[in-house]
Nanobody, 115 residues
Framework: QVQLVESGGGLVQAGESLRLSCGAS??????MGWYRQAPGKQRELVAS???????NYSDSVKGRFTISRDNAKNTVYLQMNGLKPEDTAVYYC???????????WGQGTQVTVSS
């Protein structure tokens, strides 16, 4: 069983920065990532990172967001710079168990960017 605890969301103005953190409890944590869901829209991948550090970003955040992780702490971070109003969404942490391949989700943290 994997449990994820997120922190770091909030309300900021356009152009400002936020850093999200997500700690995972449990063993065999593989790829971790951040997804987001805006009102009336489907949940979408923001960024992911493998245990070996390979990253993947959605085109909408490339050059502005940076994902990183600390394997010793089973923690993943999302540094969000140059935030835009269209980044407003609930951000969800995701982790995959590399033994069972099951996906786990955090409770979500709200990010609101005002113009």
């Amino acid at each position: 069983q994997v449990q994820l605890v997120e922190s770091g969301g909030g309300l900021v103005q356009a152009g400002e920065s936020l850093r999200l953190s997500c700690g995972a409890s449990g063993l065999s944590i593989g790829t971790m990532g951040w997804y987001r869901q805006a009102p009336g829209k489907q949940r979408e991948l923001v960024a992911s990172i493998t245990r070996g550090g390979t990253t993947n970003y959605s085109d909408s955040v490339k050059g502005r967001f940076t994902i990183s992780r600390d394997n010793a702490k089973n923690t993943v971070y999302l540094q969000m710079n140059g935030l835009k109003p269209e980044d407003t969404a609930v951000y969800y942490c995701n982790a995959r168990n590399f033994i069972t391949t099951l996906n786990y989700w955090g409770q979500g943290t709200q990010v609101t960017v005002s113009s």
